[in-house]
């Protein structure tokens, strides 16, 4: 399976807004980019996306029509996986002590349960995994 660690920042940038949109033809891309190259650019962009095997298209009203082959959840793992590694030593509590300071004033009481909820069970599972290792 390629990995989003081979993209490039613009090849990154492109399958972000592919994902956004779900599907998108160079011109969707060109829109949405900051400060974007030119047409021709995203076409080869893009068209090197589609070679390692992050893209496809089908064509569609003589466009074509660009669409993920990696799936949106693996997609989101590696780059959280990327972000953890390059900016927080791949700490996940690092990660999320600065999304918490950052967010603090629009985090709701139902989100701050939530997380609790999802610690607890990440605590329960490594004890669990820890006792059947004995």
């Keep these: 399976m390629p990995s989003s660690s081979q993209l490039s920042r613009r090849e990154r940038q492109i399958m972000d807004i592919v994902y956004e949109l779900s599907?998108?033809?160079?011109?969707?891309?060109?829109?949405?980019?900051?400060?974007?190259?030119?047409?021709?650019?995203?076409r080869a962009t893009m068209n090197k996306l589609e070679t390692k095997g992050f893209l496809a298209h089908?064509?569609?009203?003589?466009?074509?029509?660009?669409?993920?082959?990696?799936?949106?959840?693996?997609?989101?793992?590696?780059?959280?996986?990327?972000?953890?590694?390059?900016?927080?030593?791949g700490s996940a509590s690092q990660a999320m002590s600065t999304l918490l300071d950052l967010s603090k004033d629009n985090v709701s009481e139902k989100e701050l349960d939530e997380l609790n909820k999802l610690l607890e069970k990440a605590k329960r599972e490594k004890e669990e995994k820890q006792r059947s290792k004995k």
């Design 23 to 42: 599907e998108a033809s160079a011109k969707d891309i060109e829109a949405h980019l900051p400060n974007p190259p030119g047409y021709s650019a995203i």
């Design 58 to 89: 089908r064509e569609r009203d003589l466009k074509y029509i660009y669409y993920p082959l990696i799936d949106h959840q693996q997609a989101r793992e590696s780059a959280l996986q990327r972000l953890l590694k390059t900016f927080f030593e």
